[in-house]
C-alpha cells in the first residue's frame, strides 16, 4: 500500500487511546482501509500494559480523557517506551502542544481533523523511525561547529570531557544547526529539515526543542548563547567564539 510516495511494506500496528467510541470506529475503518491493524482504549488506565502485549508501531492519543488525561499517560509511556505518540488535542490548546512535546510526544493533530492528515502525520513519524540503511548510515559519525561536537551514531553532544544524551528530535535539530552555522533559519526551514513535514504545522514546536537546546547548552558559559534568535525569521547556530 503507498500514500503521498511512501510505501506501507509491512502491516502496522496502530494503538488508538481515545474515549470517544464513533472516533475510535472512524478511525478503525479508516486506518484498515490502508491495511493497518487497528486496537483501541477507552482511556490510559492499561496503556502500557496494551503496548506490551500488542507492540504498536504507533500510538494515537487524546489529551482530553475522564479520570488520567493524555499528558499523564504520555508520562507513563515514556517511562517504558519510546514507540512513536500521535497525541490528539484541543483546538487551540497550545499549552497541551508544548507540554506533550516536552514529555516526548512525537507529533499533534488538534481536533477536529481530516482523518488524511492524521494519516499523512502518521507517515511522517513513520518515516523518521524506520529509516533506510543508506539514511542510517548518513546520520552516523561526528560534527562538529562552534566548538561542539555531535556524535550522531550515539545522539550525543561532547562538550569540552562532558556527554550529554540528546533526545532524538533535539539531535536531529542540533545537526541542522551544525551543518548550517551563521546562517538564519525560519521556523518552516528547520521543520522541513527535521520533520520534512510538507503540510500546515505547529510552527511554534520548534521554540520548545530550541528552548530544551539550550537548556542543555546553558551550563557551559562558552555556549550558552551559541543559539540565538532572530527576530523576525527564526534562529541562528553562531560559530564564533
Partial sequence: MQ??????????TVLVIDDDAKLQALL???LQGYGMVVTSLPDG???CEKISEVAPDIVILDVMMPGKDGID??????RESRVPVIMLTAKGEDSDRIVGLELGAD???PKPFNPRELLARMKAVLRRVEETPEQV???VGMIEAGGLKLDLSRSVLVVGDDEVILASTECRLLEVFMRHPDRALSRDQ??????????EAYDRSIDVHVSKLRAELKPYAEHADRIMTVWGTGYRFRSDG
Fill in 28 to 30: 478503525s475503518e479508516f
Fill in 73 to 78: 499517560v504520555l508520562r507513563d509511556i515514556r
Fill in 3 to 12: 500514500y503521498g510516495g511512501y510505501t506501507w511494506g509491512m502491516e502496522r
Fill in 107 to 109: 507529533d499533534y493533530v
Fill in 190 to 199: 528547520l521543520m522541513d529539515k527535521v520533520w520534512g513535514k510538507a503540510f
Fill in 45 to 47: 488506565n492499561n496503556a
Fill in 137 to 139: 548510515e548518513a546520520c
